[in-house]
């Protein structure tokens, strides 16, 4: 079954990236220092934990109508003055009176109040001591913190509608207090969410408004005017467990017709390559053309045998047989003796120098056989004879390999993501040996998993290895078996 590309992606495509050098310029780089970037989830969830938990417990309509009502204590409160926000950094600042006055909507509800009371256990809320002069000396039960981590849960993504709702707040609790003024018609949208104007505009604008406001009372000091959000979320890593859901992998049916059917593709080109030898002399292009064939099918049997499959060593495995095909596709495309040539007396030369770097060592990693290297080296010709290329054989990358052959189509869908977990790049790192926290609390980091279970590569190995048939099919026809038992 094929998987369709992920539509709706906010993200700008490539042909929309400016190059510089060797950089994919992002699209805010022409923004320079003038940006302060901040993250809704780190830097500012946390101080309207409050208002997250209020959600938890509360539909849109219901909380909708108890945030007017906070904006309307605000006003009376407030109107006029600095107050600028319902968050805990400024509720810390007030009198316990005004606090009183500015919660009094939400602690009406007696499931909410009750639902607030683990934020005078909190000792990272800068309102802490509001919060225990209101409930008194409480502690927190398990239910209290399911509620607290739903609330969170429900607001992580800065764009989801629990989120969309307490920013809302945070603007018309500037307007309450007057301290903002929009034209109209903004100003009703505003007024009259979440029932008048288009959603789609309208939820775009409260988040756009709400970061534009963070900073308007900063002043010239650039004066913190939020909480330290992350004593709060190392006291909730602390105080709670992770939480981690196994991965189980895909089990594919019917393994055994597709090793099946593998197998006897190669059976049959054993066949195809002995009708094919026309000498016993060195000759590069059938070689090379049917070594590159076996060695993709071998390795698509292996992955279609082993639970390696399921593992980095597959997307390892998967980068080689892309590998493969576009070099016999290049070597096809140019189809000259000489780079024939070329190609195996590279593979001779890297021989050669193995064997000789490790013949230098002391200690002969264990998987090496230092005769059967030099016989491998010295097959053709002594390989005293010959220079040694320590560049790229084709002298080109594989990248400008697969555009002069035309499958660069190749290269972009198997090559640059496998690649990484080649290198041991942080994205396979992350891919192969990490899974997500599934605990709200904890930010959804990343926890160890070590063999975690990846989706199966066979499907890809077998779909490229065809590829190389092709290829050799071209070079020496007719050969017209594949590898059909794939998913």
């Known amino acids: 079954m094929k998987k369709k590309a992920k539509k709706g992606s906010q993200a700008t495509p490539l042909d929309k990236r400016r190059r510089q050098g060797s950089k994919l310029r992002s699209p805010f780089h022409q923004l320079g220092d003038k940006v302060a970037w901040s993250s809704w989830k780190d830097d500012h969830l946390p ?59 939400a602690i009406a509800h007696d499931d909410i109040r009750e639902s607030l009371k683990i934020l005078a256990t909190v000792d990272a809320m800068p309102d802490r001591g509001h919060w225990r002069e209101l409930f008194g000396d409480v502690a927190a039960k398990d239910e209290d913190w399911q509620t607290l981590a739903k609330g969170v849960a429900l607001c992580l993504d800065h764009q989801s509608q629990e989120s969309t709702d307490i920013r809302w707040l945070k603007i018309i609790y500037l307007f309450a207090i007057e301290k903002m003024v929009v034209p109209e018609p903004m100003a009703e949208r505003f007024l009259q969410y979440p029932y008048v104007g288009d959603m789609r505009q309208v939820r775009p604008m409260i988040r756009s408004a709400e970061m534009a406001t963070r900073s ?178 084709s002298k080109m990358n594989l990248r400008d390999m697969s555009i002069a052959a035309g499958r660069k189509d190749l290269y972009d869908r198997y090559y640059d993501w496998t690649s990484g977990f080649v290198h041991g790049h942080w994205g396979a790192i992350r891919d192969a040996t990490f899974t997500t926290c599934l ?49």
């Open 216 to 393: 308007m009372f900063k002043g010239e000091t650039d004066e913190r005017v939020t909480m330290e959000c992350e004593p709060f979320w190392a006291e909730m890593l602390a105080c709670t467990r992770c939480i981690t859901k196994p991965e189980d992998a895909k089990t594919e049916e019917d393994d055994d017709a597709l090793k099946e059917d593998i197998y006897s593709t190669i059976t049959e080109l054993y066949e195809h390559f002995y009708s094919s030898v026309q000498n016993t002399n060195v000759d590069a292009r059938l070689d090379s053309a049917f070594g590159i064939s076996f060695y993709s099918l071998s390795l698509c049997l292996e992955m279609a045998s082993l639970p390696s499959r399921h593992l980095a060593t597959g997307r390892v495995v998967l980068r080689t047989i892309t590998e493969l095909a576009i070099t016999l596709s290049f070597l096809r495309a140019k189809d000259d003796d000489a780079i024939w040539m070329q190609h195996r007396q590279y593979g001779s030369g890297q021989t050669a120098l193995a064997f000789l770097k490790s013949s230098a060592g002391e200690d002969v990693p264990s998987h090496i056989d230092l005769e059967k290297l030099e016989v491998l080296a010295n097959e053709d010709v002594w390989f005293e004879t010959r220079d040694i290329d320590l560049g790229s054989w």
């Open 439 to 487: 605990n709200p609390l904890h930010r959804l980091h990343r926890v160890p998993q070590p063999m975690k279970p990846l989706p199966s590569v066979v499907t890809e190995c077998c779909k490229v290895t065809n590829q190389s048939l092709e290829m050799l099919n071209a070079l020496y026809p007719s050969f017209k078996r594949r590898i059909t038992k794939h998913y």
């Open 47 to 105: 101080d309207v934990i409050w208002l997250a938990i209020i959600c938890a417990v509360r539909d849109q309509k219901e909380r909708i109508e108890i945030f007017r009502e906070i904006a309307e204590a605000a006003r009376k409160e407030f109107l006029g003055e600095d107050h600028a926000s319902p968050t805990h950094y400024f509720l810390s600042k007030i009198s316990f009176d005004s606090f009183r006055k500015i919660v009094a909507p």
